[in-house]
């Protein structure tokens, strides 16, 4: 989390990827140095506007009339390419200011990556920025293009061969080796793109300008992604919700993860919390869609961008194939990622088996290699799937049958007739075919994508776009003011429970006692059966200790427990401060959850909640949010977990109280976010949620103040 008093995400990135002027300084002779190769890919690729190579000892570079200083260009340059050694860069910037340059290019590296003399020299860099408002792309970075308008500014290699067509895929990265790759299959795969933008170091310009430029881009309508890190959280969520609000799909690759967060602290909580999950917990926020590699980012983007508003209606597919074989893997695939594969109706099946008596017309349909023998056939079996009211997608698995002159005579006009009867439903193809087959198909509003693993989980992304942009952002959360927490009180469980149950957590009555006579009178009062747990600020796992005693029935057991409990604990931690013992009452039934809160070191307060009790960090089902979360986001935080079915009455068990849960996960959230300059972590486990129309209640808790952590 860094301070926001910053340019909007994509502010002033114009001069960047639309300009009108290039300056080249430190412009080269030799097309194959950083230097030159920008002189050379403008030329021969077209840029329409001026070209201006800075040398100071050359008055003409690769053709071109050069200049000695920026001065003496004979008007100010849109846009700047530094090509200069590190030492050289920052008053090359400054000179850049000096003329009015709008934004720079820094290629130059040797800054943060080399230690804190490096992070020294870039932070002036952005200090240039920051003073005269001159954006600065870098440094350390590849560059950027923008296809349609010929516009390069990257030292690339992948643009020796050609330039991509231009399209409408934006993409947004962080590292240049990554970026360019990327832009290069698109390039082999014939996928238009309309920008490149790589950001390097980001002492100015970061991945937030990027996504932000791209989604007010009229050129682009699916943003890629490609992201290592974020150095301003913020500005992050805030460009991922500008691509949101204007329809514009993000699919990311994030790569790497925080350290910092990954580490584990003394709860439950830090094992489970880590800062990648909490960038898929952005992700999924405002609707961006992650991906785990460079080929899945170009299949799920060009998908998308075929796609355009024709998304999926929802998850229910239908696989249609001539090989029982592909079908089997095909169901297998679509399973692990998450599409149902419904049943088609009776009618439906009638009539694939009266085209194909001997077809499997359930789901997936082999309808074997006759459905390629007549154009008729085909059209009757797709128009009867597209006809099914349980179909939302059908997905036609065609191996490597378009290389087949015949079969592709057969295949492609029956597929773009169906396009046309059903538009509303998407119609997509898993096969490894020719690329003026495949551009066809996708020209039409098709998805093409080669292998059965890649298509199904393109789907599954399809899918997840589609629920994101059928759901509103939610509005932010207003949090009321709370008065700070005094660390010192929060290092037992009493004392968190009670800072918990202020902020509307439930927790049971409970009472502190000082001698086994308190702790017999406090159990009666309360009512049998009781737990006893002592309470020690040095001592957050009580179990480990023999610290915990369940399901004292009478006054004498209490009595006799709360002196036995008091040698154990001292024998196995005799340094420990003893403040007590906590009686409480016993509670049973119910379904336990771990709920709590962690501190990210990116992001900042997120809220958790998910299966609890002994196994929490085994099962690793938990759904985690950037806190404050509202009560409807809580549900379907509840909703999301694979364990929903147990707290949903799964095999006759009574319903948990969902909206008594939510309303815990909502309060600790807003505790979190409330108090996240004292509170570093906070450990609920378990929650027990009772069956409906009974509540929920913290049984255990653990507040970890920030000065607490290591």
Request: charge should be negative; glycine fraction near 8%; include cysteine.
């Amino acid at each position: 989390m860094v301070s926001t008093q910053r340019p909007a995400p994509g502010a002033g990135l114009d001069a960047i990827l639309r300009p009108r002027s290039i300056a080249i300084v430190g412009a080269s002779q030799d097309a194959t140095k950083i230097g030159g190769r920008p002189v050379q890919l403008l030329q021969r690729f077209g840029f329409p506007g001026a070209i201006y190579p800075v040398n100071p000892r050359a008055t003409e570079v690769q053709g071109l009339p050069a200049y000695a200083s920026l001065a003496a260009l004979p008007q100010a340059p849109d846009l700047a390419i530094i090509a200069v050694a590190a030492e050289h860069a920052h008053q090359a910037l400054e000179d850049c200011a000096a003329r009015g340059t709008r934004a720079c290019v820094v290629f130059s590296s040797g800054f943060a990556e080399l230690g804190a003399e490096g992070e020294a020299a870039q932070a002036a860099l952005g200090a240039i920025a920051a003073r005269t408002g001159m954006r600065i792309l870098g440094p350390n970075c590849l560059g950027a293009v923008s296809v349609a308008e010929r516009s390069i500014a990257t030292f690339s290699i992948v643009l020796e061969g050609a330039l991509p067509p231009a399209g409408t895929l934006g993409i947004a990265s962080q590292s240049g080796n990554l970026g360019s790759y990327t832009m290069l299959l698109a390039r082999e795969r014939g996928i238009g793109v309309s920008r490149f933008l790589t950001t390097g170091n980001e002492c100015d310009v970061d991945i937030a300008d990027a996504i932000g430029f791209l989604a007010q881009d009229d050129a682009t309508k699916v943003v890629l992604a490609v992201l290592e890190t974020c150095r301003d959280a913020p500005r992050l969520v805030r460009a991922l919700e500008m691509a949101r609000e204007a329809g514009k799909p993000v699919v990311v690759l994030k790569i790497g993860s925080t350290a910092a967060g990954q580490a584990a602290a003394a709860s439950h909580t830090g094992a489970l919390a880590g800062s990648d999950a909490v960038f898929d917990a952005v992700f999924a926020r405002t609707g961006a869609v992650r991906v785990r590699s460079v080929e899945a980012l170009l299949d799920l983007g060009h998908a998308a961008a075929v796609c355009g508003e024709a998304l999926p209606r929802g998850r229910r597919t239908m696989l249609l194939t001539a090989s029982g074989g592909f079908g089997v893997m095909l169901a297998d695939a679509a399973t692990q990622v998450g599409l149902a594969l419904p049943t088609p109706e009776p009618a439906t099946q009638q009539r694939i088996l009266a085209q194909v008596p001997f077809a499997s017309a359930r789901n997936p349909v082999d309808a074997t290699a006759t459905m390629g023998a007549r154009p008729e056939v085909l059209v009757e079996i797709l128009a009867a799937i597209l006809d099914d009211p349980n179909c939302d997608t059908l997905l036609l698995q065609l191996a490597s049958s378009l290389y087949v002159p015949r079969l592709r005579g057969v295949f492609m006009p029956a597929l773009a007739a169906m396009r046309v009867k059903h538009p509303d439903k998407l119609l997509m193809l898993s096969v490894h075919g020719p690329a003026e087959a495949v551009a066809e198909l996708t020209a039409q509003g098709m998805p093409v994508v080669d292998g059965v693993d890649a298509s199904t989980a393109t789907l599954a992304g399809l899918c997840a776009l589609a629920e994101a942009r059928r759901t509103p952002l939610r509005p932010p959360v207003p949090l009321p003011p709370a008065a700070p927490l005094d660390a010192a009180t929060l290092r037992t469980e009493a004392a968190a429970k009670q800072a918990l149950a202020a902020a509307g957590v439930p927790v049971l009555p409970e009472r502190v006692v000082h001698s086994a006579a308190e702790a017999a009178q406090a159990a009666a009062e309360l009512g049998f059966p009781v737990v006893l747990k002592i309470v020690s600020p040095d001592l957050p796992h009580k179990t480990e200790v023999g610290g915990v005693v369940l399901d004292l029935a009478d006054a004498a057991a209490v009595a006799a427990a709360h002196d036995a409990m008091l040698a154990r604990v001292r024998a196995a931690a005799p340094q420990a401060r003893i403040e007590g013992v906590l009686v409480a009452p016993m509670r049973r039934g119910g379904v336990e959850l771990i709920l709590g809160s962690k501190r990210d070191p990116v992001f900042g307060p997120v809220v958790l909640v998910g299966l609890g009790g002994i196994f929490a960090e085994i099962m690793q089902d938990v759904a985690i949010r950037p806190a404050p979360v509202d009560e409807a986001e809580a549900l379907a935080m509840l909703r999301g977990l694979k364990a929903f079915p147990v707290l949903n009455g799964a095999r006759g068990r009574p319903k948990a109280d969902l909206a008594a849960a939510a309303r815990a996960v909502a309060a600790l959230s807003r505790f979190a976010a409330q108090q996240a300059a004292t509170v570093a972590e906070v450990d609920i486990n378990p929650l027990l949620v009772l069956p409906e129309g009974q509540g929920a209640v913290a049984l255990d808790a653990l507040i970890i103040p920030v000065e607490d952590q290591p």
